[in-house]
């Protein structure tokens, strides 16, 4: 959350953190979604 904060002070920081946070849940949910089917 810091560096959240932190880059929302310059302008577009706000952006591209969101952006890397989106890109981040997205890698997250990938890596869910393979294990739950390599469970199975």
């Not at 946070?21 to 199975?40: E, F, G, Q, S, W």
């Amino acid at each position: 959350m810091k560096l959240l904060v932190g880059s929302s002070k310059r302008r577009g920081g706000l952006a591209r953190a969101l952006k890397e946070h989106k890109a981040r849940l997205y890698i997250i949910r990938r890596c869910v979604v393979m294990l739950l089917h390599r469970d199975d």
